[in-house]
Structure formats: C-alpha cells, structure tokens
C-alpha cells in the first residue's frame, strides 16, 4: 500500500469511489475546516480537532464525523459502524452520488463546528484497564520478550491489540492473528502504525 502525504496525492490515487469523494471535498473545503491527513486518509479539522474525514470501501464510500454522536442527526443518516466499542465516530454511508447532499453536508459540518467552539465532546476513555484475551496472553508469555515489549507498549497500542485479537470470532482466525502480531509487538510497532 502506497504512503499517502497528501490529500491531492488520496484523491488522485483513490482506487474507487474517486469522482464522489472529490465532490464531498469540494463541499467540505467551502467551510472553515483545515484539510490534513491522517490514519492515511483526508481529515479535516477546525482548531486542531477532527471534524470529519472521507473514505471509499469497496461497497461505499462516505463522511466520518469525529463528534457524530453529539450532532442532532435530524436527517437520520449517521450510523455507529461498530456498536458497543465506538462512542463518538459516527459514519455516513453512500453507494451513489445522488447520495450526496451538499446543503445536508454543510449543516453536519455548521453543527460540529460550533460543537467544538462550546467546548462539547465525547473524550476517549483512555483511563480504563486493558482486557488481554488469554490466547494472547498465553502466547505473550510463550515468545521471549513479548510480554515485556507489551507492557512497554502505551495502552492505546495494547488496547488495539487487545482488540483485534478479541474480535475474532473463529479460535484459528485467533491464533492467525496471533502468529502475525507478536513480531510486530516484540519490535515495538503499534497494530495501526501504518496508518498513523
């Protein structure tokens, strides 16, 4: 996968969904918002904070609010693409370019805009222990220097790792997962690093 430094560099490089993206940029930069990259993808921000980011999947592509949770959602498109683990992203997925609606867009971004100038947020709940499934566990102990490079790790990186290994629902996908991370944790690389 290619290393994206740019936003012109995604859009030129987008393998789908490239026309309809390029139109929620094109509606997204006539607001305030500052266009940045991260996670390997266009972010835009209002006073240092993340707004709203764009991204094309094979079956659609869409906006991600940051702050979706708090925003009034009056035309019921935001959805929690992962319940029970994601408390304040919000997606809003299109599969066509009659999907896009400008003047809806403009008002989400309006609202999250003055979201961040009162102050309102949902924070990360950065403060709770790390749960390490056993499998892991066991095979932190297993391999020499795993536990300790883990421990090493801050607990973001432990917690992503924690994670993906507890959202496997098959025991081989478990260990699949496993036998690709522990070289990955013994020399200190974060899951997601590739991204960042």
């Not at 266009?35 to 999947?57: H, M, Q, R």
């Not at 809003?92 to 009659?98: A, D, I, P």
Request: proline share 3%.
């Amino acid at each position: 996968m290619k290393r994206v430094t740019s936003a012109d560099g995604y859009y030129a490089d987008a393998s789908v969904w490239r026309d309809e993206q390029r139109k929620l940029r094109d509606i997204l930069l006539t607001s305030p918002l500052s266009e940045e990259i991260k996670w390997g993808g266009p972010c835009y921000t209002y006073k240092g904070k993340n707004v709203v980011g764009i991204g094309g999947f094979k079956s659609y592509f869409g906006l991600w609010f940051h702050q979706g949770a708090l925003l009034r959602g009056e035309n019921k498109v935001l959805i929690n693409a992962q319940e029970g683990k994601t408390r304040a992203l919000r997606q809003w997925r299109m599969t066509s370019g009659k999907d896009i609606k400008p003047s809806t867009i403009k008002r989400y971004v309006i609202e999250a805009i003055s979201l961040i100038d009162s102050g309102k947020e949902i924070k990360a709940d950065r403060g709770s222990p790390v749960e390490v499934p056993a499998e892991l566990q066991t095979a932190l102990r297993r391999t020499k220097g795993a536990t300790a490079a883990f421990q090493q790790l801050r607990l973001g990186l432990q917690r992503e790792y924690a994670e993906y290994i507890a959202s496997a629902k098959r025991d081989d996908t478990k260990q699949n997962r496993i036998d690709k991370v522990l070289p990955m944790i013994v020399t200190g690389v974060g899951l997601n690093d590739k991204y960042r």
